[in-house]
């Protein structure tokens, strides 16, 4: 893998290599020196046009749990408020001879640009409303985790679809681990033609109870001036993920940030079933494994790693 | 009413014989072997092959070449004044004549617009010094292209403006419209129209169905064509005014447009090599430099509807769009931009490897409709009849070349056509009866 654009680009066998190498980051974490030395000497640079706090800050920690050197970039405050460009931003920082570029950026297909400009592997971290890779990555590991497989699991993907990154990233991910998917939403949030990419589309919740899973998405407040729902309240009557909904055998997701009271209800988010807590940790060693798959995995010798002091490889997870 | 004025560059008339070229007008009903003779820019002999006296002029065998009317294009983007480090009279007329044009007219969206008399005599005086090919320019519909009042078009058109056009924008107010077709009784002038409702536009950047759903981008529905055309046509249909639909993308507007002119407005419409050719499945490359404009790409219902409209006459010309842009307002994710492609030097090489060798549509009425432009707005069609100005396109059909390899005439290089190998090419072109274009492997090939 030389880089990480999109989900599409990865087979199923793919997706399952990447898993499973973040499980035995996972067992890394358990350590009391939870760094290894593999990445010792490289750079990555995180270059974030959007606002971010789990993305960022995982492939930050992941970068630093693997002992590479590290630049982050956010737009605000940086050349590009002077006005320079994507391409003249990533010249700039190509000058450090950077091994991985993480991008974040507000429009579809930046981080396929850069991949054109710069040496280094360049990860997508969310492309405007087109792609979020690592997030359906960490998804699919959270779940698996639960579940085991996700084999003929339906998954329920509820809510804002049309401005959501990461509906498209799991739609395609969800579905090439074998799930059966429905996307459930108002109609003017669904966008034409999606059902073209192999999932239902259904307009209210009264089949939720079929789902294994619900996956809700955030709804932003802008929303609602561009009439796409008449208001918040009129959404949630129709739409919130709340405890009446959810049955006690079901699984709750979502990708933060959460908005309370609007796609979830408060109790559902604290509840047992919400894995919303362990996605996020799961972010942490899944941004680990790419970052390995893309920069480390082509080295010949195993990769070290360092527990209380002595190296040991890391071992095949099983 | 004042008449439509082109200006070309004054040079010397042509005096030539295309020996044995295979002659097709499809207009004037010539489709047979000749040699053709120019002589002071007129088409002044078509005989019999082999049979035209040279008397010293400059002969060239076409025995393997076609020579049709050159083409005229009423849609093209020049970028004077304001934009020239996009393209300019000279290099926009330079690339019409590579790609077999005699004649093009240049919209009126430039920095600022064209909405003054000045404007357009000091365009018309600049083509007359710098254009290898006529040029005529439109003037706005509305002032500056603000949308809210009407230029002053009776004094455009005796300064020479061949018509009026916001393109670019569509005119979002149908009392604005209204009033310019009533105006139009006044001073004539076709009413070109970009036929787009901004409210179901919004700030889409591609076709709306499942591609921009897979890929996350704003959708232009085809709804939001069809609608202003189905609008326009009403008011044009209630002040009997005449206008002309810019660059058709999809089926429901090749139906606004037929079921019109089934009803008798006056109304003729364009559509663009790239709509022919394409759809948006292209944009799953998120390639803009070949493939974002506006109209988008369409699905290929729509491709085939735009077909079948150019098969049976309800489009009567095709128009390139042609809309040069600067590479780094191109080398930007595919959302920021700029819409447009430049099309002028590839239309006819594109379209004939696109549709006539696969057999979609015959050569014949594709040569029609590539100079089926200039009649919407008053201007005369190119012709090889004996006695007209010579305008000729001489092309080499079995000729296969790769876009872009030799660079462009056009300033800009975002070709929708960038790289793709194409069979048939121009290797000369007559021009307002001088010769405007020759490729330079041909002219060295024969200039022994």
């Not at chain 2, 609608?227 to 089926?251: K, N």
């Not at chain 2, 099309?343 to 696109?354: D, P």
Request: charged share 25%; net charge negative.
């Amino acid at each position: 893998m030389r880089h990480l654009l999109s989900i599409e680009q990865l087979s199923k066998v793919e997706i399952e290599a990447i898993l499973d190498r973040a499980e035995s980051f996972a067992e890394v974490g358990r350590r009391d020196i939870k760094k290894v030395p593999t990445l010792r000497g490289r750079t990555v640079v995180t270059l974030f046009y959007e606002a971010s706090t789990r993305t960022s800050s995982s492939f930050e920690l992941a970068a630093k749990r693997l002992s590479a050197d590290l630049v982050s970039v956010k737009a605000a405050g940086s050349s590009v408020d002077k006005g320079e460009s994507l391409k003249d931003t990533v010249a700039t920082l190509s000058a450090y001879d950077p091994a991985a570029i993480v991008l974040r950026h507000p429009y579809a297909g930046a981080a396929q640009l850069v991949a054109g400009w710069a040496d280094a592997a360049v990860v997508n971290a969310g492309d405007g409303k087109h792609e979020h890779p690592s997030q359906a990555l960490l998804d699919v590991y959270t779940l698996r985790r639960r579940l085991g497989s996700l084999e003929g699991k339906r998954i329920w993907i509820v809510g804002d679809v049309l401005h959501s990154r990461v509906a498209r990233s799991n739609l395609i991910a969800f579905k090439a681990m074998g799930a059966e998917l429905t996307v459930c939403g108002p109609p003017a949030l669904i966008p034409r033609g999606l059902e073209q990419l192999g999932c239902e589309v259904e307009h209210s919740l009264e089949r939720l109870g079929e789902a294994d899973v619900v996956y809700a998405l955030r709804l932003q407040r802008e929303r609602m001036n561009e009439s796409f729902v008449p208001s918040i309240r009129e959404y949630a009557a129709h739409f919130q993920i709340d405890s009446r909904r959810l049955g006690s055998r079901q699984l709750l997701m979502h990708p933060g940030p959460v908005n309370r009271g609007v796609e979830l209800s408060g109790e559902v988010i604290d509840s047992p079933q919400s894995l919303i807590a362990e996605q996020v940790a799961s972010g942490l060693v899944v941004r680990m494994a790419i970052l390995y798959e893309l920069l480390a995995a082509g080295d010949q010798e195993p990769a070290p790693v360092a527990g209380n002091g002595h190296a040991t490889p890391i071992g095949q997870p099983a | 009413m004042s008449a439509p004025r082109l200006q070309m560059r004054a040079g010397e008339s042509a005096s030539l014989v295309l020996r044995e070229a295979t002659v097709l007008d499809p207009v004037a009903g010539i489709d047979a072997k000749h040699d053709i003779v120019v002589r002071n820019g007129v088409i002044a002999e078509l005989v019999a092959p082999g049979e035209a006296n040279a008397d010293g002029i400059e002969e060239i065998d076409a025995g393997a070449l076609h020579a049709f009317p050159a083409f005229f294009d009423p849609h093209v983007h020049l970028r004077t004044p304001g934009q020239e480090h996009k393209e300019d009279i000279e290099t926009g007329a330079r690339a019409a004549a590579a790609g077999g044009y005699c004649g093009v007219l240049a919209m009126a969206n430039t920095e600022p617009p064209v909405s003054t008399p000045a404007d357009v005599e000091a365009l018309l005086a600049e083509a007359g010094t710098a254009a290898a090919v006529k040029v005529g320019f439109l003037a706005t519909v509305t002032r500056a292209m603000e949308g809210e009042e009407l230029t002053e078009m009776a004094s455009l058109r005796d300064a020479g403006a061949a018509g009026f056009s916001d393109d670019g924008l569509p005119i979002r107010s149908a009392r604005v419209l209204r009033r310019a077709l009533q105006y139009q009784r006044l001073c004539g002038g076709t009413i070109a129209l970009h036929e787009e409702d901004p409210e179901l536009s919004g700030a889409g950047v591609m076709h709306e169905g499942p591609v921009s759903a897979a890929l996350g981008l704003e959708g232009i529905p085809s709804v939001s064509e069809s609608t202003m055309i189905a609008r326009d046509a009403a008011l044009a249909r209630y002040e009997g005014g005449r206008i002309h639909v810019q660059h058709l993308s999809a089926a429901e507007s090749v139906e606004a447009v037929r079921a019109a002119k089934a009803a008798g407005v006056q109304i003729s419409c364009e559509a663009s090599p790239h709509h022919l050719c394409l759809t948006d499945e292209e944009v799953r490359s998120l390639d803009p430099q070949r493939f974002k404009m506006n109209p988008p790409l369409r699905s290929e219902t729509d491709r085939q509807a735009l077909i079948e409209g150019l098969r049976d006459g309800t489009i009567e010309c095709i128009a390139t769009d042609h809309a040069p842009h600067a590479a780094e307002e191109k080398e930007v994710p595919f959302e920021q931009a700029a819409m447009g492609v430049t099309g002028l030097e590839t239309a006819f090489a594109a379209l004939h490897t696109e549709l006539v060798l696969p057999g979609t549509i015959e050569l014949g009425p594709l040569i029609e409709r590539l100079a089926g432009g200039a009649e919407p707005f008053g201007v005369e069609r190119p012709s090889l009849a004996l006695g007209s100005e010579a305008n000729i396109a001489l092309c080499d059909l079995s000729a296969r070349w790769t876009v872009g390899e030799d660079g462009y005439e056009s300033r800009s290089s975002n070709s929708w056509c960038a790289g793709k190998e194409l069979t048939g090419r121009v290797l000369m072109t007559v021009a307002g009866g001088q010769v405007a274009y020759r490729l330079r492997s041909f002219s060295m090939g024969v200039a022994a």
